[in-house]
């Protein structure tokens, strides 16, 4: 008498961690580039999630989304990280992030690299790697390998979409 009679179509732990990382970032404002991050305990229990936006007390409305122009008038340096919202965003203690894992669909700057190696968070998963010729991007690596955080890119099935119904 066969028992395991389970679904075969379901999502991997690092599948299902890394979609609520991209549906994080549907909350974000930013018109070019959403980003979301969720940070899961060793244990693969969610410990807390965030997505590229603006710092608390900066209206949306009022934020300047551009991405060329004089620097003071970009995003660029005003906008907060998906990964440093994620950090921030915990309301536990932070001997919970010894030993985390953090999905995020872009590899991380080298800012957002500081803030998960002193957090404790010691492996990155990512989705793609698309600025790894820049050099806060290069440091990014170099940090990480120095302060053995490892990461690694999420290879998922070609095309592969997970569909969200929220009727009832």
Not at 12 to 21: H, K, Q, R, V
Request: aromatic content about 12%.
């Amino acid at each position: 008498m066969s028992i395991n009679k389970h679904r075969k179509d379901y999502l991997s732990w690092d599948e299902y961690f890394m979609g609520i990382a991209k549906l994080s970032a549907l909350r974000s404002k930013d018109p070019s580039t959403q980003v979301g991050a969720c940070i899961v305990s060793s244990d693969n229990r969610i410990l807390s999630m965030g997505y590229n936006g603006t710092p608390n007390g900066f209206d949306d409305q009022d934020f300047p989304w551009d991405r060329e122009g004089h620097a003071l008038n970009t995003k660029y340096l005003y906008v907060c990280h998906a990964e440093l919202n994620a950090i921030l965003n915990f309301r536990g203690h932070k001997r919970d992030f010894e030993g985390a894992k953090i999905y995020v669909a872009l590899f991380p700057c080298n800012e957002c690299a500081k803030a998960i190696i002193q957090s404790g968070i010691k492996e990155v998963i990512y989705l793609s790697d698309k600025y790894k010729d820049q050099d806060n991007f290069k440091a990014s690596k170099i940090l990480f390998d120095k302060c053995n955080v490892k990461y690694r890119e999420l290879i998922v099935e070609k095309n592969k979409k997970i569909c969200i119904d929220l009727t009832v």
